[in-house]
Protein backbone atom coordinates (compact mmCIF):
# COMPACT_ATOMS: atom_id res chain seq x y z
CA UNK A 1 0.00 0.00 0.00
CA UNK A 2 1.68 3.65 -1.03
CA UNK A 3 2.45 5.60 1.83
CA UNK A 4 0.80 8.89 2.48
CA UNK A 5 2.73 12.83 3.03
CA UNK A 6 0.75 15.90 4.17
CA UNK A 7 2.39 18.83 3.31
CA UNK A 8 1.26 22.56 4.39
CA UNK A 9 1.61 25.04 1.75
CA UNK A 10 2.00 23.00 -1.28
CA UNK A 11 0.88 25.69 -3.57
CA UNK A 12 4.15 26.96 -4.19
CA UNK A 13 7.84 26.87 -3.55
CA UNK A 14 8.94 24.07 -1.11
CA UNK A 15 5.85 22.33 -0.94
CA UNK A 16 4.95 22.01 -4.35
CA UNK A 17 8.51 20.61 -5.36
CA UNK A 18 7.87 18.08 -2.26
CA UNK A 19 4.78 17.34 -3.62
CA UNK A 20 5.55 16.69 -7.01
CA UNK A 21 9.16 14.65 -5.59
CA UNK A 22 6.64 12.31 -3.73
CA UNK A 23 4.26 12.14 -6.08
CA UNK A 24 6.81 10.95 -8.50
CA UNK A 25 7.94 8.37 -6.41
CA UNK A 26 4.62 6.70 -5.83
CA UNK A 27 3.44 8.38 -2.64
CA UNK A 28 -0.24 9.55 -1.96
CA UNK A 29 -0.72 12.94 -0.82
CA UNK A 30 -3.02 15.07 0.97
CA UNK A 31 -1.85 18.82 0.19
CA UNK A 32 -2.98 21.68 1.26
CA UNK A 33 -2.87 25.89 0.89
CA UNK A 34 -5.03 29.26 0.56
CA UNK A 35 -4.98 29.56 -3.20
CA UNK A 36 -7.72 27.22 -4.00
CA UNK A 37 -6.64 27.13 -7.86
CA UNK A 38 -3.68 26.81 -7.64
CA UNK A 39 -4.45 23.65 -5.12
CA UNK A 40 -6.78 22.12 -7.27
CA UNK A 41 -4.17 22.22 -10.76
CA UNK A 42 -1.68 20.72 -9.06
CA UNK A 43 -3.96 17.45 -7.55
CA UNK A 44 -5.50 17.08 -10.94
CA UNK A 45 -1.91 17.52 -12.22
CA UNK A 46 -0.18 14.86 -9.57
CA UNK A 47 -3.11 12.21 -10.12
CA UNK A 48 -3.09 12.51 -14.01
CA UNK A 49 1.06 11.98 -14.48
CA UNK A 50 1.55 9.70 -11.49
CA UNK A 51 -1.79 8.26 -10.90
CA UNK A 52 -1.56 8.65 -7.46
CA UNK A 53 -3.81 9.77 -4.74
CA UNK A 54 -4.31 12.84 -3.77
CA UNK A 55 -6.44 15.05 -1.51
CA UNK A 56 -6.44 18.81 -1.82
CA UNK A 57 -7.53 20.48 1.46
CA UNK A 58 -7.81 24.36 1.27
CA UNK A 59 -7.77 26.12 4.48
CA UNK A 60 -5.99 28.79 6.25
CA UNK A 61 -3.07 27.24 8.90
CA UNK A 62 -4.23 30.45 10.71
CA UNK A 63 -7.74 29.45 11.47
CA UNK A 64 -7.59 27.24 14.32
CA UNK A 65 -11.55 26.41 13.81
CA UNK A 66 -10.83 25.43 10.09
CA UNK A 67 -7.44 23.69 10.96
CA UNK A 68 -9.67 21.42 13.76
CA UNK A 69 -12.66 20.99 11.22
CA UNK A 70 -10.56 20.25 8.38
CA UNK A 71 -8.74 16.85 9.99
CA UNK A 72 -11.68 16.02 12.65
CA UNK A 73 -13.38 14.97 9.52
CA UNK A 74 -10.75 13.65 7.71
CA UNK A 75 -12.35 10.46 5.23
CA UNK A 76 -11.43 7.38 6.79
CA UNK A 77 -8.91 5.68 3.70
CA UNK A 78 -6.75 9.82 4.37
CA UNK A 79 -5.86 8.59 7.90
CA UNK A 80 -3.23 6.46 7.91
CA UNK A 81 -0.60 9.60 7.63
CA UNK A 82 3.44 9.10 7.48
CA UNK A 83 5.00 12.28 6.99
CA UNK A 84 3.29 15.90 7.76
CA UNK A 85 5.54 18.22 6.89
CA UNK A 86 4.62 21.67 8.21
CA UNK A 87 5.89 23.99 5.47
CA UNK A 88 3.45 26.74 4.83
CA UNK A 89 4.98 29.98 6.20
CA UNK A 90 6.53 33.61 5.11
CA UNK A 91 8.27 36.31 6.01
CA UNK A 92 6.53 39.49 5.77
CA UNK A 93 8.92 42.90 5.43
CA UNK A 94 12.04 43.64 6.21
CA UNK A 95 12.22 46.68 8.43
CA UNK A 96 13.52 47.50 11.83
CA UNK A 97 12.26 46.68 14.63
CA UNK A 98 11.07 49.94 15.79
CA UNK A 99 9.83 50.65 12.03
CA UNK A 100 8.50 47.30 11.44
CA UNK A 101 4.62 46.71 10.81
CA UNK A 102 2.82 45.36 13.55
CA UNK A 103 0.18 43.46 10.84
CA UNK A 104 3.20 41.83 9.49
CA UNK A 105 4.40 40.80 13.01
CA UNK A 106 1.34 39.08 14.02
CA UNK A 107 0.61 37.72 10.26
CA UNK A 108 4.28 35.77 10.25
CA UNK A 109 3.49 34.53 14.14
CA UNK A 110 0.36 33.04 13.63
CA UNK A 111 1.37 31.23 10.35
CA UNK A 112 4.73 29.80 11.17
CA UNK A 113 4.52 29.10 14.87
CA UNK A 114 0.54 29.31 15.60
CA UNK A 115 -0.26 27.39 12.23
CA UNK A 116 2.16 24.61 12.98
CA UNK A 117 1.17 23.86 16.02
CA UNK A 118 -2.56 23.82 15.49
CA UNK A 119 -1.67 21.65 12.09
CA UNK A 120 0.43 19.33 14.34
CA UNK A 121 -1.83 19.39 17.38
CA UNK A 122 -4.85 18.14 14.37
CA UNK A 123 -2.80 15.14 13.08
CA UNK A 124 -0.95 13.25 16.11
CA UNK A 125 -4.13 11.82 17.30
CA UNK A 126 -3.77 9.78 13.76
CA UNK A 127 0.07 9.33 14.49
CA UNK A 128 -0.54 8.03 17.89
CA UNK A 129 -3.12 5.88 16.99
CA UNK A 130 -0.59 3.57 14.90
CA UNK A 131 1.85 4.14 17.28
CA UNK A 132 3.88 6.02 14.45
CA UNK A 133 4.62 9.40 12.34
CA UNK A 134 7.05 11.80 11.18
CA UNK A 135 6.82 15.30 11.60
CA UNK A 136 9.50 17.51 9.70
CA UNK A 137 8.97 21.15 10.48
CA UNK A 138 10.64 23.58 7.93
CA UNK A 139 12.83 25.95 10.10
CA UNK A 140 14.96 28.66 8.55
CA UNK A 141 18.71 29.66 9.10
CA UNK A 142 16.41 32.60 10.49
CA UNK A 143 15.54 30.43 13.21
CA UNK A 144 19.20 29.77 14.02
CA UNK A 145 20.35 33.16 13.98
CA UNK A 146 19.40 36.77 14.30
CA UNK A 147 19.99 39.05 11.29
CA UNK A 148 19.13 42.93 11.26
CA UNK A 149 15.36 43.85 10.38
CA UNK A 150 14.75 40.07 10.63
CA UNK A 151 13.77 40.61 13.98
CA UNK A 152 9.99 38.44 14.15
CA UNK A 153 10.59 36.72 11.08
CA UNK A 154 13.77 35.31 12.73
CA UNK A 155 11.52 35.00 16.33
CA UNK A 156 8.99 32.99 15.04
CA UNK A 157 11.59 30.81 12.93
CA UNK A 158 13.96 30.00 16.36
CA UNK A 159 10.43 28.82 17.73
CA UNK A 160 10.07 26.54 15.33
CA UNK A 161 13.31 25.70 16.04
CA UNK A 162 13.04 25.35 19.99
CA UNK A 163 9.33 23.67 19.39
CA UNK A 164 10.20 20.70 17.21
CA UNK A 165 13.20 19.89 20.33
CA UNK A 166 10.21 20.37 22.48
CA UNK A 167 8.14 18.12 20.11
CA UNK A 168 11.08 15.58 20.07
CA UNK A 169 10.71 14.99 23.45
CA UNK A 170 7.34 14.48 24.24
CA UNK A 171 6.50 12.31 21.43
CA UNK A 172 8.95 10.33 22.07
CA UNK A 173 6.68 7.82 23.90
CA UNK A 174 4.67 7.83 20.92
CA UNK A 175 7.15 6.72 18.47
CA UNK A 176 6.79 9.81 16.80
CA UNK A 177 9.46 11.18 14.84
CA UNK A 178 10.55 15.18 14.48
CA UNK A 179 13.21 16.51 11.93
CA UNK A 180 13.78 20.21 11.67
CA UNK A 181 14.92 21.08 8.41
CA UNK A 182 16.68 24.94 8.09
CA UNK A 183 17.41 25.82 4.56
CA UNK A 184 18.83 29.18 4.35
CA UNK A 185 18.24 30.92 1.06
CA UNK A 186 16.30 29.87 -1.75
CA UNK A 187 14.88 30.78 -4.79
CA UNK A 188 11.37 30.50 -4.62
CA UNK A 189 8.30 33.01 -4.15
CA UNK A 190 9.31 33.46 -0.44
CA UNK A 191 10.87 36.97 -1.35
CA UNK A 192 8.26 38.35 -3.50
CA UNK A 193 5.79 37.72 -0.83
CA UNK A 194 8.20 39.27 1.47
CA UNK A 195 8.79 42.17 -0.16
CA UNK A 196 4.75 42.54 -0.68
CA UNK A 197 4.98 42.37 -4.98
CA UNK A 198 8.23 43.93 -5.10
CA UNK A 199 10.09 42.29 -8.40
CA UNK A 200 13.53 44.09 -8.35
CA UNK A 201 13.81 44.19 -4.08
CA UNK A 202 12.95 40.29 -4.40
CA UNK A 203 15.49 39.24 -6.92
CA UNK A 204 18.18 40.95 -5.88
CA UNK A 205 17.98 38.74 -2.96
CA UNK A 206 19.20 36.25 -5.21
CA UNK A 207 21.80 38.17 -7.54
CA UNK A 208 25.07 36.87 -8.02
CA UNK A 209 25.56 33.62 -6.58
CA UNK A 210 23.17 30.35 -6.93
CA UNK A 211 20.93 29.85 -4.52
CA UNK A 212 18.99 26.67 -3.20
CA UNK A 213 16.03 25.63 -5.61
CA UNK A 214 12.92 24.27 -4.24
CA UNK A 215 13.92 20.75 -5.55
CA UNK A 216 16.72 21.06 -3.21
CA UNK A 217 14.71 21.26 -0.21
CA UNK A 218 11.99 18.65 -1.31
CA UNK A 219 15.30 16.01 -1.88
CA UNK A 220 16.35 16.83 1.76
CA UNK A 221 12.51 16.50 2.65
CA UNK A 222 13.01 12.71 1.07
CA UNK A 223 15.84 12.09 2.34
CA UNK A 224 15.36 12.59 6.20
CA UNK A 225 11.60 11.38 5.63
CA UNK A 226 12.68 7.96 3.76
CA UNK A 227 15.34 6.50 6.55
CA UNK A 228 14.55 3.35 8.14
CA UNK A 229 12.23 3.20 11.45
CA UNK A 230 15.01 3.57 13.98
CA UNK A 231 16.91 6.24 12.32
CA UNK A 232 15.68 10.25 12.58
CA UNK A 233 17.31 13.05 11.24
CA UNK A 234 16.92 15.47 14.42
CA UNK A 235 18.20 18.95 12.74
CA UNK A 236 19.46 19.87 9.37
CA UNK A 237 20.99 23.15 8.39
CA UNK A 238 21.43 23.16 4.75
CA UNK A 239 22.41 26.51 2.51
CA UNK A 240 23.81 26.76 -0.71
CA UNK A 241 27.68 26.19 -1.61
CA UNK A 242 28.19 30.28 -1.49
CA UNK A 243 26.10 30.93 1.65
CA UNK A 244 27.89 30.19 4.66
CA UNK A 245 25.24 31.21 6.99
CA UNK A 246 22.51 34.22 7.64
CA UNK A 247 25.61 36.68 7.59
CA UNK A 248 28.05 35.88 5.04
CA UNK A 249 27.27 34.92 1.35
CA UNK A 250 29.84 34.86 -1.67
CA UNK A 251 28.40 36.85 -4.21
CA UNK A 252 31.54 36.73 -6.46
P1 LIG B 1 6.68 30.25 -0.99
O1 LIG B 1 6.15 31.62 -0.79
O2 LIG B 1 7.13 29.87 -2.34
O3 LIG B 1 5.57 29.19 -0.49
C1 LIG B 1 4.94 29.37 0.75
C2 LIG B 1 3.76 28.41 0.87
O4 LIG B 1 3.16 28.61 2.17
C3 LIG B 1 2.70 28.64 -0.17
O5 LIG B 1 2.24 27.40 -0.66
C4 LIG B 1 1.59 29.34 0.60
O6 LIG B 1 0.34 28.96 0.06
C5 LIG B 1 1.77 28.73 2.00
N1 LIG B 1 1.18 29.59 3.04
C6 LIG B 1 1.59 30.80 3.44
N2 LIG B 1 0.76 31.29 4.38
C7 LIG B 1 -0.20 30.35 4.56
C8 LIG B 1 -1.35 30.27 5.40
N3 LIG B 1 -1.68 31.26 6.23
N4 LIG B 1 -2.12 29.17 5.33
C9 LIG B 1 -1.80 28.17 4.49
N5 LIG B 1 -0.73 28.16 3.68
C10 LIG B 1 0.05 29.26 3.72
O7 LIG B 1 7.87 30.09 0.06
P2 LIG B 1 8.88 28.88 0.37
O8 LIG B 1 8.48 27.66 -0.32
O9 LIG B 1 10.23 29.40 0.17
O10 LIG B 1 8.66 28.75 1.94
C11 LIG B 1 8.20 27.58 2.56
C12 LIG B 1 8.69 27.56 3.99
O11 LIG B 1 10.11 27.56 4.00
C13 LIG B 1 8.27 28.75 4.84
O12 LIG B 1 7.98 28.30 6.13
C14 LIG B 1 9.51 29.64 4.84
O13 LIG B 1 9.58 30.45 5.99
C15 LIG B 1 10.59 28.58 4.84
N6 LIG B 1 11.92 28.99 4.38
C16 LIG B 1 12.10 29.55 3.15
C17 LIG B 1 13.38 29.89 2.72
C18 LIG B 1 13.64 30.56 1.42
O14 LIG B 1 14.70 31.20 1.28
N7 LIG B 1 12.78 30.43 0.42
C19 LIG B 1 14.55 29.58 3.55
C20 LIG B 1 14.24 29.00 4.83
C21 LIG B 1 12.98 28.70 5.20
P3 LIG B 1 -0.92 29.94 -0.13
O15 LIG B 1 -0.38 31.32 -0.32
O16 LIG B 1 -1.63 29.38 -1.31
O17 LIG B 1 -1.68 29.76 1.13
C1 LIG C 1 14.54 32.36 4.71
C2 LIG C 1 16.02 32.58 4.69
O1 LIG C 1 17.84 34.32 5.15
O2 LIG C 1 15.74 35.13 4.23
O3 LIG C 1 14.12 31.80 5.89
O4 LIG C 1 15.86 34.44 6.51
S1 LIG C 1 16.37 34.18 5.19
Redesign the pocket.
Known sequence: MAKTILITGATAGFGRATAEKFASNGWDLIITGRRKDRLDELQQSLVNRYGVRCLALHFDVRNKESVFETFHHLPEDWQKIDILVNNAGL?LGRDYFDEADLDDWETMIDTNLKGLLYVSKAILPYFIKRGKGHIINIG???GKEVYEK?NV?CAS?HAVDAISKAMRIDLLRHKVKVTAIHP??AETE?SLVRFKGDNDKASQVYAGYEALTAEDIADTVWYTGNLPEHVCINDLVITCTAQAN?FHTYKG
Do not use: I, R
Open positions: ASTAGYKGAFS
